[in-house]
């Protein structure tokens, strides 16, 4: 039996990718492992937002051939689909496998491993298989990857395997695919390509089996979740496919990964108000307070809109989580401007913030400004605004502090305690040991924090 190690980096939508690639694998017989060094081979699902999980994954891979140089080690994700020499450059790495070109991983490995007395070259007439040319490097791994953008199906087959991820207590549902947006500085769109969107019947479909296999709560996510349906034939539109896994399903909650501002409308928060049966749970990225760097940035919205999208959340629903993302250090980005993005979160009722340090990525308009803020400065800027969100998240939880609410049980325990999420994502203790799934009602205290991240 091929023992199989994986592992994800980065956002949601990676990590529905990374269960839905689990799942494919096991299903050609492949026995997965806990650890990297009892793999015959390992797969890394990359990111490649920042330069920091560049090298996250380079050291990965490092470390993983050190301890285990015998694995065959397949790296692939967004980083393997922008730079995919790179890393087939390292020791270790057999293949290098873009985004485009994951879902044939499977019938790879399988090549590879019932082909055991093949050559090389006998492994690439399976890339042929696919519309889009294969690249190949002429170094130490192989590369399988085409143009993202030709692509315009979804990246997995449907049946269980478009993302969702029974394999943990509140599994990931992948419903959309790249986008069409062009921030200054995101690199996501050059390596996820143009925006696709599950079908609705394949979403209630997913959503039905991950209920029968005995899913409470299912995060919908997506790369611009809020962009769902606008490439289908006829037109779709979230709010439409939320009604109906309402309508059509027994899920007993829903959750929302990040959704852009301009999305937040007044249809859709009051969506949320409506049915308990979704979690007053809103993450909505803002970069910036400042009205020029947001226009720097290539964003839609300025900051007196988002601000009025995240009153209406507070007030329509007033126990909701809100949390936005922010990038401190974006070129040009003065000492005023900052201050401005402190004085407008400040003002705003966050629960939690995710804050990032500018990093400039290949093929974006912002890696060609000038005017830099030196490191030592975004440093300095992402500690204040950090400390910040720590303020807003101990403020939001002692709003809550006393109050009984509904949470599910995670996969985290000891002998008197079990960790539990609410619908309003706040990390919670339940007395004595629980199964993770299950649901209890909890009284908020003021140990724990809010998730920094899910």
């Not at 790179?86 to 991983?105: F, Y």
């Not at 409506?274 to 803002?286: G, T």
């Not at 309003?424 to 998730?451: C, D, F, Q």
Request: net charge neutral; charged share 25%; aromatic share 6%.
């Amino acid at each position: 039996m091929t023992a199989l190690f994986i592992e994800n980096f980065g956002c949601r939508a990676t990590e529905a990718d990374t269960s839905a690639l689990r799942r494919s694998l096991v299903g050609i017989g492949m026995t997965a492992v806990p650890d990297p060094v009892l793999a015959d081979v390992v797969v890394l699902n990359t990111c490649t937002v920042t330069h920091r999980a560049d090298a996250q994954t380079r050291e990965a891979i490092r470390k993983i051939h050190r301890l285990n140089p015998g694995a065959r080690i397949v790296v692939t994700g967004c980083y393997a689909q922008r730079a995919p020499e790179e890393l087939a450059a390292i020791d270790g790495v057999a293949w290098v496998v873009g985004n485009s070109r994951q879902a044939e991983i499977a019938d790879l490995v399988r090549a590879m491993f019932d082909s055991r007395t093949a050559s090389s070259s006998d492994l690439f007439p399976l890339a042929q298989l696919a519309d889009e040319p294969m690249s190949l490097a002429r170094g130490p791994a192989k590369i399988l990857t085409g143009d993202i953008f030709a692509q315009s199906i979804w990246p997995f087959p449907s049946g269980g395997s478009t993302g969702a991820a029974p394999d943990r207590t509140r599994p990931i549902l992948k419903i959309q695919d790249g986008c069409q947006n062009r921030c200054s500085y995101c690199v996501i769109p050059l390596v996820r390509g143009r925006s696709r969107s599950l079908p609705p019947d394949e979403v209630i479909g997913e959503v039905r089996s991950l209920v029968s296999a005995g899913a409470k709560e299912i995060v919908l996510s997506g790369i611009n979740l809020g962009s769902y349906g606008r490439d289908l034939v006829p037109r779709a539109a979230l709010a439409a496919v939320v009604r109906r896994i309402l309508r059509e399903t027994t899920l007993e909650q829903l959750r929302f990964s990040s959704i852009e501002p301009q999305d937040i409308t007044e249809e859709f928060v009051t969506l949320v108000e409506s049915s308990d049966r979704i979690a007053p749970h809103f993450h909505v990225p803002l970069q910036s307070g400042s009205d020029r760097i947001l226009q720097k940035m290539h964003r839609w919205y300025r900051a007196g809109h988002y601000a009025q999208r995240i009153q209406l959340i507070r007030h329509l629903l007033p126990q909701a989580a809100i949390g936005a993302d922010v990038i401190v250090g974006f070129p040009g980005e003065t000492r005023e401007d900052f201050a401005a993005t402190a004085d407008f979160i400040s003002e705003l009722p966050f629960s939690y913030l995710h804050v990032f340090s500018f990093s400039p990525r290949p093929g974006t308009a912002a890696e060609q400004l000038s005017l830099r803020v030196e490191a030592g400065e975004i440093r300095e800027r992402a500690r204040a605004l950090r400390a910040l969100g720590e303020e807003k998240a101990a403020r939001f939880r002692n709003s809550q502090v006393g109050k009984t609410l509904r949470a599910l049980t995670l996969d985290r325990s000891e002998d008197s305690w079990t960790e539990a999420l609410t619908g309003n994502y706040l990390k919670v203790r339940i007395p004595g040991r629980h199964p993770a799934n299950e649901w209890h009602e909890a009284m908020v205290g003021r140990s724990l924090t809010t998730p920094s991240s899910d």
